[in-house]
């Protein structure tokens, strides 16, 4: 969550600096300011995505690799939504994350090259 919240409030005050055309009152140029705070957020949702996938899916560290066999998935603190599902979709969200910012990266490195 940690790693959702600290990509999450720079971005937001990236945006704000932006519409608000005060990116040129930044100490550093605009771009370069976006690659390292995008270069951040890449190295962070990495370790995220890593350290959620061996900690939920490795049975050495305590994770469950397989979804339940007894086919009764349900739990009413989940809204009838496996405790698996949960973390795979957990997993696909931070990857998509991760896609999305490194395409930003691209962006942000020809913005400064």
Same mark, same amino acid.
């Given at each position: 969550m940690a790693v959702y919240s600290i990509c999450f409030i720079p971005a937001a005050l990236a945006i704000l600096l932006n519409? #608000? &055309?005060?990116?040129?009152?930044?100490p550093r140029p605009y771009p370069i300011f976006q690659l390292v705070l995008t270069l951040l957020s890449i190295l962070l949702y990495v370790s995220a995505l890593v350290l959620w996938l061996l900690y939920q899916f490795s049975e050495e560290l305590g994770g469950q690799p397989q979804r339940p066999n007894d086919g009764n998935?349900? #739990? &009413?603190?989940?809204?009838?939504?496996?405790?698996?599902?949960?973390?795979?979709?957990?997993?696909v969200l931070t990857?998509?994350?991760l896609l999305v910012y490194m395409?930003?990266?691209?962006?942000?490195?020809r913005q400064v090259l």
């Amino acid at each position: 969550m940690a790693v959702y919240s600290i990509c999450f409030i720079p971005a937001a005050l990236a945006i704000l600096l932006n519409l #608000d &055309e005060w990116e040129y009152r930044l100490p550093r140029p605009y771009p370069i300011f976006q690659l390292v705070l995008t270069l951040l957020s890449i190295l962070l949702y990495v370790s995220a995505l890593v350290l959620w996938l061996l900690y939920q899916f490795s049975e050495e560290l305590g994770g469950q690799p397989q979804r339940p066999n007894d086919g009764n998935c349900r #739990d &009413e603190l989940t809204h009838d939504m496996c405790a698996q599902d949960q973390c795979l979709a957990v997993a696909v969200l931070t990857a998509s994350n991760l896609l999305v910012y490194m395409a930003n990266l691209g962006y942000w490195a020809r913005q400064v090259l």
